[in-house]
Structures are given as C-alpha cells and as structure tokens.
C-alpha cells in the first residue's frame, strides 16, 4: 500500500500511463524493491492492450517514474525511482547487502 500512495503523491507522469504505473505500483514488493509482473498481467489488470502497456512503459521510464531491467530470455522487472533504498517502504538493503547496487550491476553487465 505504501507504493500505492507513494504514486499518487510522487509520480512525474500524467494521463493514461499513471493507470499502468498504479498497476505496478501493486505489484511492488517491500522485501526486494521490485516490482515483477507480466506484461499480459498489467493489460489484464489495467483492461489495456499489451502494446499499450508497453508503451506506457516506455513512458514512465523516460519520465523516470521507473527503471527498468531487461533480462535476456527472463522478461523484465522494475524498480519505483522514487522508492528511497533503505526507506521502511522499500528494503533495498537487506541484512546489510545492497540488492539495488546488484542487481544494477546485473543489469550493465547484460
């Protein structure tokens, strides 16, 4: 719930693509910092078409509402930006190590 409010007070994009930023939003885990739905689920979720969804994506990454990472062969997953590493609303850092820094790293070197 914290992410859901976190959008609503914090987010950059406007218009229909705030739909599909809500949606993920909903999907946001505290314990990992992501957020990891299909694709089809956030269209399902969100009554758009797919392409909408990953247009709307496109969007709010350019408007950095959310960073994307792309895995080879595995999808993607997403991170809230303005989900502060360490906040009580997301635990970036887990027992002392840095999931965020790990998975960024994962990410460049992909």
Same mark, same amino acid.
């Given at each position: %719930?914290?992410?859901?409010?976190?959008? $609503?007070? @914090?987010?950059?994009?406007? &218009?229909?693509? =705030?739909?599909?930023?809500?949606?993920?939003?909903?999907?946001?885990?505290? %314990?990992? #910092?992501?957020?990891?739905?299909?694709? !089809?689920?956030?269209?399902?979720?969100?009554?758009?078409?797919?392409?909408?969804?990953? +247009?709307?994506?496109?969007? =709010?990454?350019?408007?950095?509402?959310?960073?994307?990472? !792309?895995? @080879?062969? !595995?999808? $993607?997953? /997403?991170?809230?930006?303005? %989900?502060?590493?360490?906040?009580? $609303?997301?635990? &970036?850092?887990? &027992? #002392? /190590?840095?999931? @965020?820094?790990? !998975?960024?790293?994962?990410?460049? +070197?992909?």
């Amino acid at each position: %719930m914290e992410a859901l409010a976190q959008v $609503s007070t @914090r987010a950059k994009t406007k &218009g229909p693509a =705030l739909l599909t930023l809500y949606a993920l939003a909903g999907h946001h885990n505290k %314990m990992t #910092g992501q957020c990891n739905p299909y694709v !089809r689920t956030l269209a399902s979720e969100t009554g758009l078409a797919k392409s909408t969804v990953c +247009a709307h994506i496109l969007q =709010l990454e350019k408007a950095e509402d959310i960073k994307v990472f !792309r895995l @080879r062969g !595995r999808g $993607s997953y /997403y991170d809230l930006e303005y %989900m502060e590493p360490g906040s009580k $609303s997301n635990y &970036g850092i887990i &027992g #002392g /190590y840095d999931t @965020r820094a790990k !998975r960024a790293k994962a990410s460049e +070197a992909n």
